[in-house]
Nanobody
Framework: QVQLVESGGGLVQAGGSLRLSCAAS????????MGWFRQAPGKEREFVAT????????YYADSVKGRFTISRDNAKNTVSLQMNSLKPEDTAVYYC????????????????WGQGTQVTVSS
């Protein structure tokens, strides 16, 4: 069982930055690929970024490429999402998620989810 707890959300003006963090329980964090997803009101949950177990491979949604950076620290059981040049359309609840072994951009392939953290970008 893996428990994930996100933090770092908040209200920011367009063009600003936020850093989200996700703390994972358990001793096998490095066995899990990690992902960040988001869900805006009235919309389906969508992929944002994913990182491999070692951290050596990352993949981003086109909408955030060049603005967001995903990273992980396996010694501290954490994964982060640095968000720069934020836009109002980035407003959503952001979730971290984990799955065994390989990275994926598919929501349904992730086994464990955090409770989410709200990010609001004002224009």
């Amino acid at each position: 069982q893996v428990q994930l707890v996100e933090s770092g959300g908040g209200l920011v003006q367009a063009g600003g930055s936020l850093r989200l963090s996700c703390a994972a329980s358990g001793r096998t964090f490095s066995s899990y690929a990690m992902g960040w997803f988001r869900q805006a009101p009235g919309k389906e949950r969508e992929f944002v970024a994913t990182i491999s177990r070692s951290g050596g491979s990352t993949y981003y949604a086109d909408s955030v490429k060049g603005r967001f950076t995903i990273s992980r620290d396996n010694a501290k059981n954490t994964v982060s999402l640095q968000m720069n040049s934020l836009k109002p359309e980035d407003t959503a609840v952001y979730y971290c998620a984990s799955r065994r072994f390989s990275s994926s951009w598919l929501v349904d392939e992730y086994e464990y989810w955090g409770q989410g953290t709200q990010v609001t970008v004002s224009s």
